[in-house]
C-alpha cells in the first residue's frame, strides 16, 4: 500500500528526478537531512507547550521519514540519531540533561529509535525502489525506439528486395509475409525476455513446427542476442523455405538435420551451426541470386566470421561460424545489463 501511495505522489510530478540528483550528491543529502532535524527542533520548541512530554518525539518522527524519502537510507540513518540525541537531551525529562528520570522514559528513547529506523529503512527502500522501476522504464524506452527503428529498416528492406526479384504480386505477398512473419514471431520472443534475447531452439522449432517429424535439432540450447535472433530467424525462414519448395522437405522421404556446438571457453568460443538436408531430390545451386541469398550470407555475415553452402547430390548443407561473445544474450535481467546491451547495440 505505501509503494501504490508513494506512486501516486510522484506519478505526475518530476519528483524522481530530483531524488535521485539529490541522492547522488551525498554532501548535500547529509545537508538536507540535518536542516530537516533542525527545522523539527525548532518547530518542537515553538511548541514547547503545546505538545506534551509525553510525545517528545512526534515532531522528530515527522522529521526522519522526510529525510529518508527525500535523502536516502544513511542521512535517514544520522536523522534518526540526531533525533535520538537532541529529543533526548531538550524535551525527555529531566531537559537539558542526557540522564533519564525514569524506566519509562528509558524506554521511550529506545522505542522511538526502533520504530525511526524501521521507518527510514522501510521509506527509504520504497523510493529506491520507484528509482530502480523508472530506471528499467526509461531503459526498456529507448531500446523499444532502437528495436524499432532497426525493425523498419529491415522491413523495408525486406519489402523492396521481395518486390524487385521478378515475381507476380501473388507471389510476391506470400514470400514477403512469410519473412515477416518469422521476423514477427521472433519479436515476440525478444518482448517476452526484455529484448535482451530469445532462445535459438525456440526460433527453429516455431519455424519448423509443421515438419517436427523430418526435422532433428540438437546443441541449440542457446539464447542468442535480438541483432542474432532478428538474422537467425530470417535465415531459418529461408532455409526452410528452399527445402519446402527444392530440397529435403519437399518430399515425405527427406530429413534436416539441424545441430549446434560451441568450441572453447565463454571469452574465445566459438559457435557453429549446421543444416544438413538429405532424402529428398538432388540440389544445385540457383542460377540467379535474389535476396534469399542476400539473406543467407549477407545478413549472416552482420554476426558471423564464416558462411558456407554446398549444393551436393545427397543434399544442400548450410554452415555458419561466430564467436560466441558475438552471439550469445546476456545472462542477467538487471538495468545494468540491459543498459549494456542497448548501448552495445546501438554503436
Known amino acids: 500500500m505505501s509503494a501504490v501511495l508513494l506512486g501516486k505522489v510522484f506519478e505526475n510530478y518530476d519528483l524522481l528526478a530530483w531524488l535521485r540528483r539529490l541522492r547522488q550528491r551525498r554532501l548535500e543529502a547529509y545537508g538536507v537531512a540535518l536542516l ?23 515532531i522528530y518522527s515527522l522529521a526522519i521519514i522526510i529525510a529518508a524519502l527525500v535523502c536516502g537510507f544513511w542521512p535517514g540513518m544520522m536523522a534518526t540519531v540526531l533525533s535520538v540525541l537532541i529529543g533526548s537531551y531538550f524535551f ?17 528513547v529506545a522505542m522511538f529509535a526502533v520504530v525511526a529506523s524501521i521507518n527510514v529503512a522501510l521509506v527509504s527502500g520504497l523510493v529506491a525502489v520507484l528509482l530502480r522501476h523508472e530506471d528499467r522504464q526509461l531503459l526498456l524506452f529507448r531500446e523499444l ?11 523495408e528492406a525486406i519489402a523492396s528486395r521481395t518486390l524487385i526479384e521478378g515475381q507476380t504480386i501473388a507471389n510476391a505477398k506470400e514470400v514477403f509475409a512469410g519473412r515477416l512473419n518469422a521476423l514477427a514471431r521472433t519479436h515476440s520472443m525478444l518482448a517476452n525476455n526484455a529484448f535482451l534475447g530469445a532462445p535459438l531452439k525456440e526460433i527453429v522449432a516455431q519455424e519448423l513446427t509443421s515438419f517436427s517429424d523430418q526435422v532433428t535439432v540438437t546443441g541449440c540450447d542457446i539464447a542468442v ?20 519448395k527444392y530440397g529435403a522437405l519437399s518430399t515425405r522421404q527427406g ?3 539441424i545441430q549446434c556446438s560451441i568450441d572453447g571457453a565463454d571469452g ?70 540491459l543498459a549494456a546491451a542497448t548501448q552495445e547495440r546501438a554503436v
Do not use: C
Request: net charge positive; charged share 15%.
Open 36 to 58: 530537516v532535524v533542525a527545522l523539527a527542533t525548532l518547530l518542537r520548541m515553538l511548541l514547547w507547550g503545546v505538545v506534551s512530554e509525553a510525545g517528545p518525539f512526534t
Open 92 to 108: 525527555v525529562p529531566p531537559t537539558f540533561s542526557f540522564a533519564l528520570f525514569s524506566t519509562k522514559e528509558a524506554w521511550t
Open 145 to 155: 525506439q532502437h528495436r524499432s527503428q532497426n525493425l523498419f529498416a529491415v522491413i
Open 225 to 244: 542476442n535480438t541483432r542474432a535472433a532478428e538474422s537467425f530467424a530470417l535465415i531459418i525462414h529461408e532455409l526452410a523455405t528452399n527445402a519446402v
Open 255 to 257: 530429413r534436416v538435420a
Open 268 to 337: 574465445s568460443g566459438q559457435f557453429r551451426f549446421e543444416w544438413r538436408e538429405s532424402g529428398g531430390p538432388p540440389v544445385s545451386p540457383p542460377a540467379r541470386k535474389g535476396f534469399g541469398s542476400t539473406i543467407l550470407f549477407e545478413v549472416a555475415k552482420q554476426f558471423s566470421q564464416d558462411v558456407q553452402a554446398k549444393f551436393s547430390p545427397e543434399g544442400f548443407t548450410y554452415q555458419l561460424r561466430s564467436l560466441l561473445a558475438g552471439i550469445e544474450a546476456p545472462r542477467a535481467e538487471s538495468p545494468a545489463s
